[in-house]
Each structure stands twice: as structure tokens, then as C-alpha cells.
């Protein structure tokens, strides 16, 4: 299969099974060069197991992949040089302080010791760890650490960067920082693809997403193209008793149908809606059922609702691990 220069990664036909269980049913991706890509989906999709494929730890068991030129399965050194990977799970020691971590890692990817040093020096400046360079990793924050880890894959920086769910479980702040060094990233020529369960970080990051669901890609195109595609406005309520949030929901379904969903928000609901006399309507059957808002707005959809009219169900419904290879 010829690559084209200008995508840094093509699949066609890609599957992986383990088991009975297909893990990865047929995935197609283009993957521009130059930008963040991402791959949203539930925990279960086959995001990961897409991913380590990429990276040459999984042998497909069927399709095609080309990693910036270079085939998975014929040329994975070709493949190893020129990317980095930073998993869900921390891959520093955490015996060892953060300066100490990233030098190590120097001397491992073939750096002199001064050459390790200066690099070690250049990342904790720039990944803002400086104050805890000789601090054990074991007493760093979750935002630290996961700072750290990024700070990791890029003792070499690599021409393209797999970062899966790299803000699992941090906190607001500490996400947004990590936000910014993917920005920087691929501000200095870096391809990221993302892989994300998180919507809203795909929004923010990624200049196309490719929606993955049980191992298959459904749909896939830019943020804009993709709430376009759902084809109705959104109609957000705030109610201002959490515990009527269920009522409020009852009514607003008698007359929009079983698509108001509940928001993550307590006091959240959400529901498409053909237009704004829709939605006044709407609003309307629930101030004369006596219930309190606290605001309501009508606009885009979000990816939430995207993804919610692509499959049937919320972006947050649990949904079963991908098997461990």
C-alpha cells in the first residue's frame, strides 16, 4: 500500500481478537500529519488495543497499518524510531526522583551522561517540575506525575506522540496543563493521536475525531462536522432543585420523547430539539408544571449529544474493559 506524505498513519481493515471477543472489527483511519487526531470512544471501544497495534506492541490479525511510511508488521524498528507512547499507567520508577527518572532514560535511548543531564535539565524546566526535580516520584501529585510521564516519551521527541487517556483521573487544573503541553507539542511539529473516553478534551484538542464503539469506527471528521451531523439544536435546563430533576425530565419527554437525557451536572438535562419554538415550548410545559429553572440555553450540540445520537446511549454508561492482551 503506497503512504501518502501527508498522513502519519493509515490503516485499513485493522482487527485484533482475543479470544472470541474481537477487540478491533475493521478499523479504517487517516491520521494528518501535524495536528492532534483523536479517538474517542467508552472504555471497551478498542481505543487501547487500536493504539498498541500502532505501536507496533500488537500483531493485527488482520489489515493493513503504516506508521509515518513504514508498515507495523514488516518495519516495526523503522516504526519504534520515530514514535514515543505514553500509556494510561505511569512508566517511571517511582523509587527514583523525577531529574533521576529522565536522565536514566537518556543514558537507556543512547545520550552521553552530560547529554542526559542537560536534556533531563531541559524537561523539568519545561514541563514545570523544577521545584520537585529531586523529589521521589512516589510523593508527586497525580498532575505531576502524569507530567513527568509525558516528560518521559520525549527524552527524544518523536515525530509522532500516542498519548492514551493521558488525564484519567487528574483534577481540573492539572488537566489543563497537561492540555497546554499538547498544544505545545504539536505547535513544535509533533502528530498526537489522542485517545480519549473524555468528549470534551477531544472538543478542545483534536482537529478531527474518529468516534470508535465496540471496535469499530462510526463516524469521523472534525468537531464541527461531527455535532453538525446530529442535525438538531441542543436545548440545555438547569433546574433549581436537584431533587425534581426527575419530574422535570418526565415533562419535557412528553413532549421532546425519550431523548432528554440527564447532564453530568446534578440539575442538568439536555435534549435535541427541531427549533427554538420547539424549545420554548418545552420550557414552557415546565413553568406551568410549577417546576423552578435555573437557566436554560439552546445551541450546538456537544460531543455528549454526538455521541449519543450515534449509539443509542451516554458517553459515560459503563461498558466492559478491553481484554488484556
Not at 488537566?175 to 473524555?198: D, F, H, K, M, P
Not at 440545555?236 to 412528553?254: M, S
Amino acid at each position: 500500500m503506497p503512504s501518502s506524505p501527508h498522513l502519519a498513519i493509515e490503516t485499513t481493515g485493522l482487527v485484533k481478537a482475543f479470544g472470541d471477543t474481537r477487540a478491533v472489527d475493521g478499523v479504517d483511519l487517516q491520521v494528518p500529519t501535524g495536528a492532534v487526531y483523536g479517538v474517542l470512544g467508552p472504555n471497551g471501544a478498542g481505543k487501547t488495543t487500536t493504539i498498541r497495534m500502532l505501536a507496533t506492541l500488537l500483531r493485527p490479525d488482520a489489515g493493513t497499518a503504516r506508521v509515518l511510511g513504514h508498515d507495523v508488521v514488516d518495519e516495526p524498528d523503522a516504526v519504534r524510531r520515530r514514535i514515543s507512547l505514553t500509556g494510561q499507567l505511569a512508566s517511571v520508577d517511582e523509587e527514583l526522583g523525577g531529574h533521576e527518572n529522565l536522565q536514566l532514560l537518556g543514558r537507556l535511548l543512547g545520550y552521553s551522561r552530560r547529554q542526559a543531564a542537560a536534556r533531563a535539565d531541559e524537561l523539568i524546566t519545561a514541563f514545570g517540575l523544577t521545584a520537585a526535580a529531586s523529589r521521589l516520584v512516589k510523593n508527586y501529585s497525580g498532575g505531576m506525575r502524569r507530567r513527568l510521564d509525558i516528560a518521559a516519551s520525549l527524552v527524544v521527541t518523536p515525530d509522532l506522540l500516542f498519548l492514551d487517556e493521558p488525564t484519567t483521573g487528574l483534577d481540573p487544573r492539572s488537566r489543563n496543563e497537561v492540555w497546554a503541553i499538547v498544544r505545545a507539542l504539536v505547535s513544535q511539529g509533533t502528530t498526537v493521536l489522542l485517545c480519549t473516553q473524555y468528549l470534551d478534551e477531544a472538543d478542545q484538542l483534536a482537529s478531527r475525531i474518529a468516534v470508535i464503539d465496540t471496535g469499530r469506527v462510526i463516524a469521523e471528521g472534525t468537531p464541527g462536522e461531527l455535532k453538525a451531523s446530529v442535525g438538531r439544536s441542543a436545548l440545555h435546563v438547569r433546574v433549581l432543585d436537584p431533587e425534581r430533576r426527575d419530574e422535570a425530565r418526565a415533562i419535557l419527554a412528553r413532549g421532546l420523547g425519550d431523548s432528554v437525557h440527564p447532564d453530568p451536572d446534578p440539575v442538568g438535562l439536555t435534549a435535541p430539539v427541531a427549533d427554538a419554538e420547539e424549545a420554548a415550548e418545552a420550557i414552557s410545559a415546565l413553568t406551568a408544571a410549577g417546576v423552578p429553572i435555573g437557566g436554560f440555553s439552546l445551541g450546538q450540540p456537544s460531543l455528549d449529544e454526538v455521541f449519543l445520537a450515534l449509539t443509542g446511549r451516554p458517553a459515560t454508561d459503563e461498558t466492559p474493559e478491553e481484554v488484556a492482551a
